[in-house]
């Protein structure tokens, strides 16, 4: 099972030492690539690309953001890129044959059906929605975080939150014939 790594606060002294950022956060790259909707088969490759820009880059990072937002905003462009490349078709597809080839427990499998039902539903939404879940459903940072992040006023950002958890839920209505 994957834990969430400890939420480090801004430092006025930025990590420099790739090895720990890697050890630290890779858990939390890997939760945030699948949440914006890399398929389980591109998983590895696009955490190398991730961590790849991250150790291009490390040195330029000027410790003015939370390590975890560059590291998500890193993430978010290379989800992008392998959901073009990948198309959504192939990405449902791909889940569903995940949960449908592993045998497991009734629990397991039941977490499984729930995270692809997730990634399904998170799939259909536009890209500000999906982020904004992802981040504060999902991750957990603050919605003020986030909305210094995407660069929107903080009563967007809510406003934003509210759009995207009722476009989740109608979207978690149609995929359960309309029960709730």
């Known amino acids: 099972m994957v834990t969430r790594p400890a939420r480090a606060d801004v430092s006025t002294d930025p990590p420099r030492d790739f090895d720990a950022v890697y050890a630290e956060h890779a858990a939390f790259v890997w939760r945030a690539l699948?949440?914006?909707?890399?398929?389980?088969?591109?998983?590895?490759?696009?955490?190398?690309?991730?961590?790849?820009?991250?150790h291009q880059k490390l040195e330029s990072f000027d410790g003015e953001a939370r390590l975890t937002t560059w590291l998500f905003a890193i993430a978010r462009r290379i989800a992008s890129h392998y959901r073009r490349a990948a198309g959504r078709a192939a990405r449902s597809e791909a889940v569903d044959h995940e949960i449908a080839s592993e045998?497991?427990?009734?629990?397991?499998?039941?977490?499984?059906?729930?995270?692809?039902?997730?990634?399904?539903?998170?799939?259909?939404?536009?890209?500000?929605k999906r982020d904004l879940l992802v981040l504060v459903e999902l991750e957990q940072v603050?919605?003020?975080?986030?909305?210094?992040?995407?660069?929107i006023p903080l009563n967007?950002?809510?406003?934003?939150?509210?759009?995207a958890r009722r476009a989740f839920d109608a979207a978690l209505a149609r995929r359960r014939g309309g029960r709730r």
């Open 34 to 54: 699948r949440a914006l909707g890399v398929a389980p088969a591109q998983l590895d490759d696009a955490m190398q690309d991730v961590f790849v820009v991250v």
């Open 156 to 163: 967007t950002a809510y406003s934003r939150l509210r759009l």
């Open 103 to 128: 045998t497991s427990t009734f629990e397991e499998t039941s977490r499984r059906e729930a995270a692809a039902l997730v990634t399904a539903i998170l799939a259909e939404l536009d890209d500000d």
């Open 142 to 151: 603050p919605v003020p975080e986030v909305a210094a992040y995407l660069g």
